[in-house]
């Protein structure tokens, strides 16, 4: 395997990838919490981890991928109690909402979902370790708090100084029995009204941070390769979930992977913005291959600005590729290959550089149209599987059959021969001068979203792109 370079948000600098595990990568990534629908901003999480986990598989490695549900917290509960309906429907709906989203974007199902709620058993078996060693209190009222001043390090990921940490919270800090300000609750007692469970130390509800510490542990085990997340999450969720973990005395994750916002107007995309961005509503304009493309393109660590504009540019630029790899599997009379080249190899192994690994595209793109102006199969051959490679690590394989509305290659094949066998009754109707059934096949064809296109090599059929 050739070295595959990372960045590292603890470190904050590139460095060698080595797992724990020769050829085996643990990843847990920090999902959805299930309060509205998902947007552009949520699945960009979801893409981003996908194609480097897809880079991951094809450099050989065995990926175990964990994205959890946050399913109880204080947004949740609002909500719920807002819209009068129980939490757990709320929640309900939404994750479903997002697995459609990631599932129709072709983001790789995880290999598990934890929910936040189906791991109480584990966060209490957590907070017992972090009570017994002195690291954690219950201060009698159901509440749980880490003590953060008793922690051997803490803010190393968003380097800030504990000092520095004065927030709203210090406000609160003379009602709430804290030992520190700082200090932050691994678990919080029930009000009245509001879902709890069981507790050694009272009944409540899970702080936010504890689920992650608790379902990496019981997925990944006490030390792991990669842990994900948009970057807003650094702090405070994930300085905590490190602190809990190492006050566990777990290892946890050996580098952090943090991905940049989607931006409007150079702002990170807030909820009354996001509601214009909604997964659903940006597939009425490009298709979901589209929009994958949209949103994969940028580098994982930059900021992509949404625009209309940008959407429909990177479509157009996108139609272009895809409609070279459907020419070429015309012309070479099977589905190209995929393989990947060394070009872009190279750029994937830098760090994940999409946008170097996009400048590799573009010349197979020239290469390939070039060799069909020469009619040299073996170039469009090369080219093509070196697009198709390319695309696939980037979840943008149009012969890929998960995308619903792009053809598999069978169903394309089956299609091909049955359009064929329209024009051929076509060219038949003209043949014997009857106009009346050769328009009627020609005007069938255009009402179910097919052009014909004469060549020089016959006729062409594709699907007609929506205006
Ligand atoms: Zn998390």
């Given amino acids: 395997m050739p070295a595959l370079n990372l ?20 990843i847990y990534v920090c999902g959805a919490t299930v309060q509205a629908s998902p947007h552009i901003g949520h699945v960009r999480s979801g893409i981003n981890f996908d194609i480097l986990r897809r880079w991951l598989i094809k450099s050989g490695y065995q990926v175990t991928f964990i994205r959890n549900v946050t399913d109880i917290d204080d947004k949740i509960l609002d909500k719920a109690s807002h819209e009068d309906v129980p939490w757990w429907v709320l929640t309900m709906k939404y994750e479903r909402e997002f697995s459609a989203a990631y599932a129709g974007l072709n983001v790789m199902p995880p290999t598990y979902e934890p929910r936040a709620t189906g791991h109480i058993t584990q966060m ?14 219950a201060p009698g009222n159901g509440d749980v708090y880490l003590e953060v001043r008793k922690l051997k390090r803490y803010l190393t990921l968003s380097g800030q100084r504990i000092d520095d940490l004065l927030t709203a919270a210090d406000l609160d800090a003379a009602t709430s029995q804290k030992r ?24 409540g509800r899970p702080g936010w941070h504890l689920e992650c510490s608790a379902m990496a542990h019981a997925y990944l085990g006490e030390r792991f390769d990669i842990h994900g997340g ?19 005395g777990f290892g946890f994750a050996q580098r952090w992977m943090h991905n940049a916002w989607v931006t409007q107007s150079g702002e990170k995309m807030s909820k009354s913005l996001g509601n214009s961005l909604l997964v659903e509503k940006i597939l009425q304009r490009v298709r979901p291959i589209e929009l994958r493309w949209y949103l994969g393109c940028a580098h994982y660590r930059s900021m992509l600005e949404y625009s209309e504009q940008a959407l429909d540019e990177s479509a157009i630029a996108f139609r272009r590729i895809e409609g070279f790899l459907k020419r070429a599997a015309e012309l070479l009379g099977k589905t190209p290959e995929a393989l990947i080249s060394d070009a872009f190899a190279v750029a994937m192994n830098d760090d994940l550089a999409v946008p170097a690994g996009l400048a590799t595209i573009a ?3 020239r290469l390939g149209n070039q060799g069909i102006t020469d009619a040299d199969l073996a170039a469009i051959s090369k080219n093509a599987s070196q697009i198709r490679g390319a695309l696939e690590i980037l979840g943008c394989d149009p012969f890929d059959s998960n995308f619903a509305g792009s053809t598999s290659d069978d169903l394309t094949q089956l299609m091909d021969g049955v359009i064929k066998l329209s024009l051929a009754e076509r060219a038949a109707a003209r043949d014997r001068k009857d106009f009346a059934a050769s328009d009627a096949i020609r005007d069938g064809l255009a009402a179910l979203g097919i052009t014909i296109e004469d060549t020089a090599q016959g006729p062409r059929w594709s699907i007609t792109e929506k205006s």
């Fill in 124 to 137: 209490i078996e957590l907070m017992q370790i972090l009570i017994d060693n002195g690291s954690a209190y």
């Fill in 230 to 248: 948009g970057l807003d999450l650094i702090f405070p969720h994930h300085e905590n979930e490190i602190a809990q973990s190492e006050a566990a």
């Fill in 363 to 365: 010349e197979n793109l």
């Fill in 180 to 203: 520190d300000p700082r200090d932050f609750a691994l678990w919080k007692a029930a009000k009245p009204g509001e879902p709890s469970w069981p507790t050694p130390w009272g009944a």
């Fill in 7 to 26: 960045y590292d948000t603890a470190t904050r600098s590139v460095s060698q990838f080595t797992p724990i595990k020769p050829g085996e990568v643990s």
